[in-house]
């Protein structure tokens, strides 16, 4: 035995030329044209492209109150008229009865901050604690007798 009657056991198979002028014309197995042909190409993730496309809050701008006091309860808004129908004259208004008179709701868990509007006629004196009160609802209730406390 000598080496030029040595053979390999296995087949000396190679992958065809592809992409240069050969058997495969055009666009040479890979489709279409543009980015996704090219040697090499990366198409960026949809996940990025849906996070680019989010609204973004940005600063303290028109956002402030949402992105920096988060934990601040809204006021509960009350009309006069609302409390000339539920209380009677000489009674306290204040965001412990509005609860249990179920004009206002908890909000997160806890007694609402309340403010009174002066939408709606007044004629009992009725004594507000803890309670803030716009211009209009402050003259109707000393109008009607009745006295605000901080």
Not at 9 to 17: A, H, L, S
Not at 72 to 101: C, Q, W
Request: hydrophobic share 35%; net charge positive.
């Amino acid at each position: 035995m000598q080496l030029n009657s040595l053979s390999p056991r296995t087949k000396d198979k190679k992958n065809p030329p592809v992409g240069r002028g050969g058997r495969r014309g055009k666009t040479s197995g890979r489709g279409a044209k543009g980015q996704s042909s090219r040697a090499g190409h990366k198409i960026r993730p949809e996940m990025r492209d849906i996070i680019k496309k989010l609204p973004k809050l940005r600063g303290y701008g028109k956002n402030r109150a949402r992105t920096v006091k988060t934990n601040r309860i809204p006021a509960s808004a009350i009309n006069l008229s609302l409390l000339e129908k539920a209380y009677t004259a000489g009674e306290m208004v204040s965001p412990a009865s509005l609860l249990a008179k179920g004009l206002v709701r908890r909000t997160k868990g806890r007694a609402p901050v309340v403010k009174i509007l002066g939408a709606g006629p007044l004629t009992k004196a009725l004594v507000f604690k803890g309670c803030s009160l716009s211009a209009a609802a402050r003259t109707a209730v000393t109008a009607a007798g009745g006295t605000c406390h901080a």
